[in-house]
């Protein structure tokens, strides 16, 4: 099963929203403690995500769930760690992360076989990048692009961010993990979002991390591969089916010419895989 396209942030403490979220065609549904809910509110937003988790997600697509919680370091990190322990199973994000050790501490709380994503967004977490992509705790990495910036006190556009994705993206292949989840594009217009998430892919990076439900289709349009990548894809796909089904598979075919092997066919399918999901999703 392809890895997650599009994860979407709800405010904890926003209840009312779960349900519009859960109706919105994101792949992840990430209920924030972090960053969206302000101090006086993060003890209603532990009882309200607990409230919603025990009555909604049990049977109905668990996986799809997810919360964020506060880095190691953060003074809200117990009460953080104390509700994933009540909590049926989901995956957690985890805020500034900067060694396995955060990440271990975190799966310890959470039920087994669930998502793990280690959100880096600091100069220790870039640093600690190979070994955070390599614990085994951990499922994905996502770049908390706004929080590195303040962290490394840099504009949006400076080559040290582009650098710092590097990491990302070269230590998750590196590591075996999914390409990368993209930070978030603060603004709500489409436009923006779709401009960032091609920037995002030409990086390599293999998702993105939204705020509002009106991002999504955005992202999705973005995926989808151009026109005739999709025509050359189904004919080295087809091609190399066909082969493979007269039982006369070889290292290598040729397609209009040009030399296909494995990793080009598994290029074809994953841009395949693209075109669905992107029809799907716009």
């Known amino acids: 099963m392809s890895a997650p396209y599009t994860y979407l942030f709800v405010p904890g403490n926003r209840a009312e929203r779960f349900s519009k979220a859960a109706a919105s065609g994101a792949q992840r549904i990430i209920l ?20 919603w988790m025990h009555a909604t997600v049990p049977g109905h697509a668990p996986q799809r769930w997810m919360v964020r919680i ?30 396995g050790t955060d990440l271990q501490l975190v799966r310890d709380a959470m039920q087994a076989d669930t998502e793990l994503l280690a959100l880096v967004e600091t100069a220790c977490g870039i640093a600690a990048c190979p070994s955070i992509a390599n614990h085994p705790a951990v499922t994905r990495l996502a770049l908390g692009t706004l929080d590195l910036m303040v962290d490394l006190n840099v504009p ?30 603060s603004s709500v217009l489409p436009e923006h979002t779709l401009a960032d998430m091609q920037l995002a892919l030409r990086l390599g990076f293999g998702a993105k991390m939204c705020i509002h439900p009106a991002q ?5 349009r973005a995926l989808a591969p151009p026109p005739d990548e999709v025509k050359w894809a189904q004919e080295v796909v087809a091609a190399w089916d066909a082969a493979n ?16 092997d494995k990793p080009v066919y598994l290029q074809a399918q994953r841009l395949i895989h693209l075109q669905g999901f992107a029809q799907a999703n716009t």
């Open 70 to 99: 506060h880095d190691v370091r953060s003074d809200a990190f117990a009460e953080d760690l104390a509700l994933l322990r009540t909590l049926p199973a989901c995956g957690v994000m985890l805020a500034k992360t900067e060694s």
């Open 245 to 260: 089904a007269a039982k006369s598979p070889s290292g290598a075919l040729q397609v209009d010419g040009k030399m296909v």
């Open 216 to 220: 999504l289709a955005a992202v999705s």
């Open 32 to 51: 924030d403690l972090e960053d969206a809910v302000a101090l006086p509110d993060k003890a209603a937003a532990r009882h309200a995500i607990h409230d």
């Open 156 to 185: 949006a556009d400076s080559p040290t961010i582009t650098w710092a994705a590097a990491q990302l993206i070269v230590t998750s292949r590196a590591a075996g993990l999914a390409a990368p989840v993209a930070g978030v594009t």
